[in-house]
């Protein structure tokens, strides 16, 4: 594995601690990576902080993007301006992640837009703020609201009838002034008109506090340019403006909650305007500013430590946190130390790293790379006790999983599932739930569930109805119901139609829903399974003050209540709500439109508001499971309704409602407290109990369970610690308590056979002779099922005794995957083996470089085996598995690789035409076996591909011939290129110099080149010069046939050339050659050797006005050995100036020189 180069970001470690009257801000400890201007900072605070999102299924279990911040969550007001949210959460992928989501028992920590679904819209205002004080600009007014009740689910026309409405009025009777009302005050946030978006928090735990941040978000700046901070210590009933308290100038852009002290807030300003963290530890009553250096863009809170936050920054203008990103702090329990955090960091290749370290020593020796190898980008997911992460090899990504932070392994899809895409959706009770995408699918999904180590998964439901959302991520129609163990409802393409299904049983059968039997005005349906059923829809709501289209609660096992419509599919039109009070297995229509839901007084009462695009004023309230409604005007003028807040955890009875009269009124928050609604605390006679059944099938998941619930009608109060399950008895085991095993189909009568592909004698690797192992009957129990003894032995796996066998399925890969590595790199071997007794089956690595080594058993090469190659090649590797029942071998060919630094193209200078000439390119460094050659002769077209620097090639053209070599190394290319003199014939002389020169020869090529130059006075065809490289100096002096020489002369060149060649070597043996290098250094040139070459019709006869032109040329050669033409004829051991990479057209030279 080779060394990690980090992208360049830094780790900025600081802690702020808060004590009594004297806060500081310290910084810690700083350590910094290479490649990305990115930081993170550690805080450890006495100050707020608030919750990282936790990779948690919700509910409606919609695939998103974890969030990394925990900004208490926003509705924003439309106000007509393109742009998108301010959000705090990230994209996750290939392996996705279900978001943070909202529900009645957590706080929301992201903020997000209302849902523009079916007739959702977004409200449209425009607000501005004035910065004035509550105290003289504040509207506070208070009144008893009026009921008028109705009765709903029920088959009574009449009443019916009086229901019945357009929009928001109802026709009927009058208000009932004798009916329990509802205490509601209203106030405005005068002055803060032009915010469009606002951030809430309740504190919750019985406190009376509220914190409402609201801000001016300006979609073409993309910045906040105003903001205001108002404060309820009474439940909401009045506010105070906290802007001189936190600077009058300072403008506040998030509000973050710790979640583990409520009590503790934290604030960023804008850093525009100045960089700075609010912190307060008293619930908002008062701030302490800490001025920072850096910009936070998001932030992970640890789950367990509330004054520990880690704060994600980036410096400049540099892309986003897409090369690296925290994932998780440490899950407590699992991780053994509570200051580790889980890291993907992007490397030089793309690829990217699992990479975990304690975030105070997070130095370059103490960090852990826990998987064997790259993964994909934006593909670890941290969630539970589970690690998923993806690895794509050769366009088919794999899947590996870590349960309980042991060894990574491969996920077990059925074979033929050829995952494209896959999504976690929960890892609740130690199971995997996974939306895969098949080959063969586009739109939809699949849903796969694990074993509880997460490797082996089985089909549990096809084509799962799947969509986009804003930001592009997943969202899966697949809902967990809250409070009834293995019981889920999805949305299902049967035949292109979208119907919804549901189980009790944790996917193992799945059931259309029945439908009511009669609608809301009590008109009888005719709806008869299978042909025409119920339908609902399963997404999560966007905007974490409304309740979304379903929604069901612990605290009320068996009440869900969703928007859905009656007959053969699913549908965007005609919806109504509709409620279960036995857990799904008959359903009630309650209204005829669409409303948001909750959950009122521990589960104990519904509270419904009609989702419309128009202003109300009337709420609907149930005591009885959804079949009388009461309703009640909670405001004297229609409101625009943004959104509703109240406090799960609490007893006080209170809720918020958010909106505005117009569009351009300020906000108005109305305080609702229905606690006149009930006239006592509930008694042991208020409840009753109801069995929980599958279709009159009482053994629900292994057991009968009887569930309490407070009797319909009755005006209590409802505690939160009352026990819901009121007994719980375990079944005996049947088949239907076991879902087929990895391998095993479920068959049209129920039971399990293998599947084609599977092969059911391969079993645990570890088991050795002596010992015994599971063999699987094709069953497996459901996670979390109950059932007791019955036919459990029947299902369950049988115990065997291990047998000998000999290895088989033997597998040796890289680590990577990747059949290259670079020199000097380490290179990590894995071995697997399908079959045999691996703890007496010896392992045999011969790396093919003259090491071998030996392992007495698979075990021990669990993690890996590394070795490091020391030269270049292709390397033959060999994995041999052997026991004393046979043996198993596999080969890979491993490419040792270096980068190419530089290339030189060896040619003669002179060739002789029809006759073969050597050529050879020199790389550096030295290469074996690992490099392509590509050759271009003249205007060739097509190259000349070889594996070897070397190739003879035959000139057949006489004069100039260029020649083009390019060498691939990886994806690295270098080219070069030469010409050569094509001749007839030639002579040449090796010459040598007086030891002088050798004291200022650099031997290199650009001195070489000014050394070689032709005698003056004698054409450059005629005379060519070239030095060879090294010591002592030498060169080599061509002496070629004067190309203006008419044809009938040509053959009498032969012996003119070796007259010239004569008569140079007598003025060499004399001395008589030399220059001058410089002040009183005068080299003398000398003959070394006088080389033969092809004379081609060597004549007697020739023309004598051609020898005396010749000798005259000679004569003035011998006269001035003086430098003043340039030629440049480098040898093969001679350093190139050629820059990596570069490739050249052919046709071009890449000096631009001429050769």
């Known amino acids: 594995m080779g060394h990690l180069s980090f992208w360049r970001f830094s780790f900025y470690f600081a802690f702020l601690w808060l004590f009594s009257f004297n806060p500081k801000f310290e910084a810690q400890a700083e350590i910094t990576f290479t490649r990305i201007n990115e930081r993170f900072y550690l805080l450890n605070m006495n100050g707020a902080t608030t919750e990282s999102s936790q990779v948690k299924v919700h509910s409606s279990a919609e695939v998103l993007r974890a969030s990394e911040s925990g900004a208490d969550a926003a509705w924003t007001r439309d106000t007509g301006q393109q742009g998108g949210e301010i959000s705090q959460s990230e994209n996750e992928a290939p392996i996705k992640t279900p978001a943070t989501t909202y529900d009645d028992n957590k706080e929301p920590t992201t903020e997000s837009n209302p849902s523009d679904r079916g007739k959702k819209s977004k409200r449209s205002a425009t607000y501005g ?117 936190v600077g009058s100038r300072t403008v506040l852009s998030y509000l973050y909650v710790c979640p583990t002290n409520k009590q503790k807030i934290m604030m960023l300003s804008d850093p525009e305007v100045e960089s700075a963290v609010l912190i307060s530890s008293d619930e908002g009553a008062s701030f302490e500013k800490h001025p920072i250096n850096f910009n936070i863009l998001s932030l992970l809170f640890h789950p367990a430590q509330e004054n520990w936050i880690l704060a994600y920054s980036h410096d400049g203008k540099v892309a986003s946190n897409q090369f690296f990103r925290f994932k998780k702090w440490a899950v407590m329990g699992l991780d053994r130390e509570s200051d580790v955090v889980h890291i993907e960091t992007r490397i030089a290749k793309g690829h990217a790293q699992y990479v975990k370290c304690r975030a105070q020593r997070c130095t370059e020796g103490n960090r852990q790379f826990l998987f064997p190898g790259y993964v994909d980008t934006n593909s670890l997911v941290v969630q539970d006790e589970y690690v998923f992460t993806q690895v794509t090899k050769s366009g088919r990504a794999s899947y590996f999983v870590s349960y309980m932070r042991e060894s990574f392994k491969k996920m077990k899809l059925p074979k033929y599932c050829l995952p494209k895409d896959m999504h976690i959706i929960s890892t609740d009770e130690k199971q995997v739930f996974a939306a895969v995408q098949e080959w063969n699918q586009n739109n939809t999904y699949s849903l796969y569930i694990s074993d509880s180590p997460g490797v082996y998964f089985i089909l549990s439901l096809e084509n799962l109805r799947t969509s986009r959302g804003p930001a592009g991520n997943l969202l899966v ?46 008109n009888n349906l005719h709806c008869i399974l299978p042909f025409c059923s119920l339908h609902l829809h399963l997404e999560m709501s966007e905007n974490p003050y409304t309740s979304g289209p379903i929604t069901s609660k612990k605290a009320v096992p068996g009440i869900i209540v969703a928007t859905g419509n009656i007959g053969p599919e699913l549908s965007s039109t005609n919806l109504g709500m509709f409620i279960t009070s036995d857990a799904g297995n008959s359903w009630r229509q309650i209204f005829d439109e669409e409303h948001n839901i909750w959950f009122l007084d521990n589960g104990g009462a519904l509270l419904a508001v009609l989702h419309a695009t128009t202003p109300i004023r009337h709420l609907w309230i149930s005591l009885d499971e959804g079949k009388k409604w009461d309703r009640h005007s909670f405001s004297l003028a229609p409101l625009y309704v943004d959104g509703v807040l109240m406090e799960p955890e609490s007893d006080n009875h209170i809720i918020t409602f958010f909106g505005h009269f117009s569009h351009r009124s300020e906000w108005q928050l109305i305080k609702i407290d229905y606690k006149g609604l009930f006239t006592r605390r509930c008694m042991d006679g208020d409840y009753q109990t109801w069995y929980l059944h ?126 290259s590595a670079a020199l000097g790199s380490n290179v990590t071997f894995m071995v697997y083996l399908d079959d045999g007794d691996s703890l007496r089956t010896s392992i045999q690595l011969d790396f093919g470089d003259g090491i071998k080594i030996t392992y007495s058993n698979l075990s021990r090469t669990d993690d890996g085996i590394r070795h490091i190659y020391r030269t270049t090649g292709i390397y033959q590797v060999t994995a041999v598995a052997e026991n004393n029942q046979g043996s198993d071998s596999s080969i890979l060919f491993l490419h040792i690789t270096s980068p190419v630094e530089r290339i030189y193209l060896s040619t003669p200078v002179v060739a002789v035409r029809g006759k073969e000439a050597n050529l050879t390119i020199v790389v550096w460094p030295s290469h074996t076996r690992t490099l392509t050659f590509f050759w271009w002769f003249d205007n060739s077209s097509e ?16 004069g100039k011939n260029k020649v083009t070599v390019q060498v691939a190394s990886g994806s690295t290319v270098m080219q070069d290129s030469k010409v050569i003199n094509v001749k007839e014939f030639f002579r040449s002389l090796l010459l040598s110099f007086s030891p002088a020169l050798d004291e200022h020869n650099p031997d290199i090529p650009e001195w070489r080149e000014d050394i070689g130059r032709v005698v003056s006075g004698v054409p450059e065809e005629q005379l060519l010069v070239s030095l060879y490289s090294g010591l002592p100096t030498t060169a080599e002096l061509f002496i070629l046939p004067n190309e203006q020489t008419s044809s009938e002369h040509k053959k009498n ?78 040898h093969p051991d001679e350093i190139s100036s050629s820059e990596a990479p570069v490739v050249t057209p052919p046709g071009d030279d890449v000096d631009g020189k001429k050769v």
């Open 694 to 819: 599958n279709k009159g099938e009482l053994c629900v998941m292994g057991e009968k369970q009887i569930y309490m619930k407070r009797r319909p009608g009755n005006r209590c109060m409802l505690t939160q610690d009352y026990s819901r399950i009121y007994s719980s008895e375990p079944c005996p085991c049947t088949a239907y308590d076991f879902e087929c095993d990895y391998g095993w189909e479920r068959q049209t009568n129920g039971k399990c056979s293998r599947a084609f592909w599977f092969h059911p004698n391969s079993v645990a690797k570890s088991c050795s002779i002596g010992q015994s192992f599971l063999n699987s009957t094709g069953y497996r129990k459901v996670l979390s099922n109950n059932c007791k003894d019955g036919g459990k032995n029947m299902y369950s796996p049988k115990r065997e005794a291990c047998r000998p066998r000999a290895p088989q399925g033997l597998r040796l890969t890289t680590s990577q995957g990747e059949l």
């Open 943 to 958: 190259p000349i591909i070889t594996l070897e620097g070397s190739i003879t090639h035959t000139f057949q053209k006489e």
């Open 477 to 522: 129609d697949f809902y967990k119901v809250e409070g009834i163990n293995g019981m889920y409802l999805a949305n299902k393409l049967v035949d292109n139609h979208i119907k919804t299904f549901i189980t009790y049983n944790k996917g193992q059968t799945w059931a259309l829903l029945p439908a009511p039997a009669t609608d809301v005005a009590g």
């Open 1053 to 1130: 060149n032969g012996d003119a050339l070796q007259t010239i060649s004569d008569i140079f070597v007598t003025a060499l043996n004399q001395g008589l050659i030399q220059f001058e290098l410089k002040n009183n250094i005068r080299i003398i040139v000398y003959m070394t050797q006088q080389t033969l070459a092809p004379l081609v019709d060597s004549n007697a006869i020739h023309s004598g006005s051609a020898m005396l032109m010749l000798l005259s040329v000679v004569i003035v050669g011998l006269a001035a050995f003086f430098i003043y033409k340039f030629k440049r004829f480098v």
């Open 129 to 245: 703020d004035k910065n004035l004080d509550r105290s003289t600009s504040g509207d506070a007014r208070s009144r008893e609201g009026f009921v008028e009740p109705f009765q709903g689910g029920s088959s009574s026309s009449s009443s019916r009838a009086e229901y019945r409405r357009s929009g928001e009025e109802v026709r009927g009777s009058n208000p009932r002034q004798s009916e329990p009302h509802l205490d509601t005050s209203t106030f405005a946030l005068s002055g803060d008109s032009a915010h469009n978006q606002a951030m809430v928090h309740w504190s919750g735990h019985n406190s009376s506090v509220i914190l409402i941040l609201t801000k001016l978000y300006d979609f073409n700046l993309g910045a906040v340019t105003e903001s205001s901070l108002w404060r309820s210590t009474d439940y909401g009933s009045t506010y105070s403006k906290l802007n001189d308290k």
